[in-house]
């Protein structure tokens, strides 16, 4: 199977994603929740993409984060979850894995 460029693959996220960051204590017990919309719209025939993270806490306005890339850097990573060649060829999500490297 041939490997992808991280920019293909990113592109392949485009659109709408709904879900949520969770924080957790030290010990592992869940401390926060905060839905989210995430949205990946490509630009200028896919060579830019405008990223909008729109956070939807319960007990506070929405707020915004936006982000335009047109490369990625070392910390964003995109993995393929394999379980055969028919599934990855049927359009099995891939993995958005953000790593901080300080």
């Given amino acids: ?6 920019w293909d693959c990113f592109l392949k996220n ?4 709904h879900g949520s960051f ?8 869940e401390t926060a929740d905060t839905p989210t919309l995430v949205t990946l ?3 200028n025939n896919n060579q830019n993409v405008h990223q909008v993270v729109r ?10 984060v936006v982000v335009d890339y047109d490369s990625l850097n070392r910390s964003i990573l995109f993995l393929l979850t394999v379980l055969s060649p028919k599934e990855v060829c049927s359009g099995v999500p ?3 894995l953000v790593v901080n490297l300080v």
Avoid: C, H, N
């Fill in 1 to 6: 199977m041939k490997m992808l460029a991280q």
């Fill in 14 to 17: 485009l659109g709408q994603w």
């Fill in 22 to 29: 969770t924080r957790f204590s030290p010990q592992g017990e």
């Fill in 41 to 43: 719209e490509g630009l």
């Fill in 55 to 64: 956070y939807l806490p319960t007990d506070e306005p929405s707020r915004d």
């Fill in 94 to 96: 891939i993995v958005l």
